[in-house]
């Protein structure tokens, strides 16, 4: 059989329409193209702004809690203190508050309750942290403490700026889909007389 007689040849292709551009989509909409831009953008400003981001609260916070660290370092110091009493004896609690004493650099003895572990007998030195002004306090910032506020503080920003950037994403395409539903409703009404019409015949 021969090409002409072939029932897959359907004669010569239609004509392009040479007023519309190669690549282009007649039914693109212009919300579709902002769209698409938007898209393009908003990945752009995750790419680079997310890890400037993290990177930046990240050094932040740890430049912060450095700066905290030393001034505390400079400002505390560890005494050895005896307890004054024995600990009860408690398997429920790891730590319970005992009293100790020790004498100070100005030489006055001091008192404080600090936490201790439970069934420790009276006189066991026990280290703790005191202040300027002799008075019990927490240790000084540590360096690794700096570097876990200066991860979380990142980690944190990195989860801000993308859920910024999904909210912005999301609050974009409701905008745009509430529009084309009412540009749909808009061209309805003006093709829907002349769909009726044809069935009324």
Not at 188 to 199: G, K
Request: proline content about 6%; glycine content about 10%.
């Amino acid at each position: 059989m021969n090409a002409e007689g072939s029932p897959y040849t359907s004669g010569p292709p239609s004509p392009r329409n040479e007023h519309v551009p190669r690549g282009a989509n007649p039914l693109k909409r212009p919300s579709d193209v902002f769209e698409w831009w938007l898209r393009r953008l908003l990945m752009v400003v995750l790419a680079v702004g997310l890890p400037l981001a993290a990177y930046g609260a990240g050094m932040t916070a740890y430049g912060t809690s450095m700066s905290t660290a030393r001034a505390q370092a400079g400002q505390r110091h560890e005494v050895t203190a005896r307890l004054a009493e024995d600990v009860e004896r408690n398997t429920y609690v790891a730590k319970q508050r005992a009293r100790v004493r020790w004498t100070g650099a100005d030489e006055v003895v001091r008192t404080a309750a600090v936490l201790v572990k439970p069934g420790t007998p009276e006189g066991t030195a026990v280290r703790v942290w005191v202040d300027r002004n002799g008075t019990v306090t927490d240790p000084p910032t540590s360096a690794l403490d700096a570097r876990t506020t200066g991860w979380a503080m990142g980690g944190a920003a990195a989860f801000g700026a993308a859920i910024g950037v999904y909210g912005v994403w999301a609050g974009t395409r409701l905008l745009l889909d509430r529009h084309r539903s009412r540009q749909w409703g808009i061209e309805w009404e003006r093709a829907e007389p002349l769909w009726s019409a044809r069935f009324r015949r």
